[in-house]
């Protein structure tokens, strides 16, 4: 059983976060934990107004979002550890071997697929990621 499941990205305000919002909707009453880091992430600052407005035009929110940086103790807490690209779970082997086998992308279930990032792109690039993580995050929730 994962009761803890960490999204992980870069910065921490558009991808992870992102998908945070969308999987803690989609385990309500669960008792599932989910949160986000990023691997260089921008510490304290909010969610990309852009990604923002996408998850607000959805009927979720993302505005009490603060970046965090990972960390070993973070990455310890959690079950299941979900990324956006692969070097992204190379990283997180390098920082904490232990998470090895718990690390994967959330789009492990479409052929590893990968979601690249949409940081200081139009909006078109954020509602393809959103639409990337979306089918992710629906193909982990029956595992959950």
């Known amino acids: 059983m994962f009761n803890n499941i960490l999204f992980v990205c870069v910065g921490n ?11 803690r909707r989609a385990v309500e009453g669960k008792g599932v934990h989910v949160s986000s ?17 996408l ?14 940086q990972i960390s070993d103790s973070i990455l310890s807490e959690a079950d299941l550890v979900l990324t956006m690209e692969r ?17 994967f992308l959330l789009g492990k279930w479409q052929s590893d697929r990968e979601i690249p990032d949409p940081y200081r792109q139009a909006r078109p690039a954020f509602e393809h990621v959103y639409g990337l993580m979306d089918e992710g995050v629906r193909s982990w929730v029956r595992y959950l």
């Open 13 to 23: 305000i558009c991808r992870s976060p992102s998908a945070e919002v969308m999987l």
């Open 37 to 53: 880091a990023g691997l260089g992430a921008l510490v304290g600052h909010h969610i990309d107004a852009t990604a923002q407005q």
């Open 55 to 68: 998850l607000v035009e959805r009927g979720l929110d993302g505005s009490a979002h603060r970046g965090r």
């Open 87 to 103: 070097k992204h779970v190379h990283r997180i082997i390098e920082i904490a071997p232990q998470a090895s086998g718990k690390t």
